[in-house]
């Protein structure tokens, strides 16, 4: 396996977890690693194209991570999110770093269209969205899922970032 950049992975991350399902193929909702962090869609997909993209190192904020390495994830993450609306054309995105359940950073890229249920509101003031998130709801379908990271991976090619892994898409 190759070293997928952790700085003292945490056994009981979740997310260290899935870094290294990513590594192994075996995260079903990996896109691409980069250099800093894995871009990976979103199970729930009431948001269509919503997107993590997931620090490589194991830490709880951005600031843990030293400066160059921290210049270099910020950028990287702002060209996922340029990515993200390059493939899915929202009309704003939400960018946020929470880290509340699961304190390792990684950033929600959420697409709001003019067509959700709340486009003016939060994400967390939807209460559809709670529902479908606390039930684990919203998983695209294969075709979708294959439909949304095709156009996720090819907006990322378009976009100055290496990727340095990335799952096949299928046909």
């Known amino acids: 396996m190759q070293d997928s950049g952790h700085t003292g992975p945490m056994a009981d991350c979740p997310i260290c977890t899935d870094n290294a399902a990513a590594e192994e ?5 990996f896109v691409a690693r980069l250099e ?3 871009v990976r869609l979103a199970p729930n997909q009431y948001f269509r194209g919503s997107v993590f993209f997931v620090a490589r190192q194991c830490v709880k904020e ?3 991570l030293d400066a160059s390495h921290r210049d270099h994830h910020l950028a990287e993450m702002a060209e996922v999110a340029a990515a993200v609306n390059e493939a899915f054309q929202p009309r704003k995105l939400n960018i946020e770093s929470l ?4 304190p390792h950073l990684h950033w929600w890229i959420t697409p709001r269209y003019e067509t959700d249920p709340r486009p003016k509101g939060p994400i967390w003031e939807d209460l559809d969205f709670l529902r479908v998130l606390w039930g684990e709801g919203g998983r695209p379908s294969a075709e979708e899922f294959a439909s949304l990271q095709g156009s996720l991976l090819g907006a990322l090619r378009s976009r100055s970032v290496t990727i ?3 799952r096949s898409v299928s046909p």
Do not use: K, Q
């Open 25 to 29: 193929g075996a995260d079903p909702w």
């Open 36 to 38: 800093t962090g894995y």
């Open 62 to 64: 951005v600031f843990d």
């Open 99 to 102: 880290g509340n359940g699961v």
């Open 164 to 166: 340095e892994l990335a």
